[in-house]
T-cell receptor
Framework: QKEVEQNSGPLSVPEGAIASLNCTYSDRGSQSFFWYRQYSGKSPELIMFIYSNGDKEDGRFTAQLNKASQYVSLLIRDSQPSDSATYLC?????????FGTGTSLTVIP | NAGVTQTPKFRILKIGQSMTLQCTQDMNHNYMYWYRQDPGMGLKLIYYSVGAGITDKGEVPNGYNVSRSTTEDFPLRLELAAPSQTSVYFCASGPGELFFGEGSRLTVL
């Protein structure tokens, strides 16, 4: 079974802090990994994807992938209240995508 | 460029009624997907398509049907609606990463 596990939270961090979101996956055949942000009542929007071991940075966001540990994380630096949302982790194998249940993040002003 | 367009955005059905959720994309993507999202849960794949004329079941296909006669359109048909089909439905297209429509909120009473 191709499972993607996330801590559902809620995770609360003060404004300006680093938020760390974690995700594990069960299928070693997983090829690419995605982080989506979903505001309440809205559709998921892609923040980042990563497919190679190591770190990938985009502005305030850093995705980290460790295939040996089957672990993916998302770091949000200088967290802003506008970052308050649910973050969905997803893996892909070929054209199939598998989603975690999401982690709810609240950034406190 | 509208991306992925879903209609209707909201619908209330009575038990036993049928309806079709429409999905259109203008990005010439071959891959299209239908997901449902229940409160506090991740996205569950209902059906997907890798191209016109080709569809396949996902994790939760029971009670639904799809067709893909063109690259642009991927309608989802609900037959004999049941309360368990109350959910938010998202259509998405790819490849590589998923672009989501705004969602269709369906209530079955």
């Amino acid at each position: 079974q191709k499972e993607v596990e996330q801590n559902s939270g809620p995770l609360s961090v003060p404004e300006g802090a680093i938020a760390s979101l974690n995700c594990t996956y069960s299928d070693r055949g997983s090829q690419s990994f995605f982080w989506y942000r979903q505001y309440s009542g809205k559709s998921p929007e892609l923040i980042m994807f990563i497919y190679s071991n190591g770190d990938k940075e985009d502005g305030r966001f850093t995705a980290q992938l460790n295939k040996a540990s089957q672990y993916v994380s998302l770091l949000i630096r200088d967290s802003q209240p506008s970052d308050s949302a649910t973050y969905l982790c997803a893996s892909s194998i070929g054209n199939q995508f598998y989603f975690g249940t999401g982690t709810s993040l609240t950034v406190i002003p | 460029n509208a991306g992925v367009t879903q209609t209707p955005k909201f619908r209330i059905l009575k038990i036993g009624q049928s309806m079709t959720l429409q999905c259109t994309q203008d990005m010439n993507h071959n891959y299209m997907y239908w997901y449902r999202q229940d409160p506090g849960m991740g996205l569950k794949l209902i059906y997907y398509s890798v191209g016109a004329g080709i569809t396949d079941k996902g994790e939760v296909p029971n009670g639904y049907n799809v067709s893909r006669s063109t690259t642009e359109d991927f309608p989802l048909r609900l037959e004999l609606a049941a309360p368990s089909q109350t959910s938010v439905y998202f259509c998405a297209s790819g490849p590589g990463e998923l672009f989501f429509g705004e969602g269709s909120r369906l209530t079955v009473l």
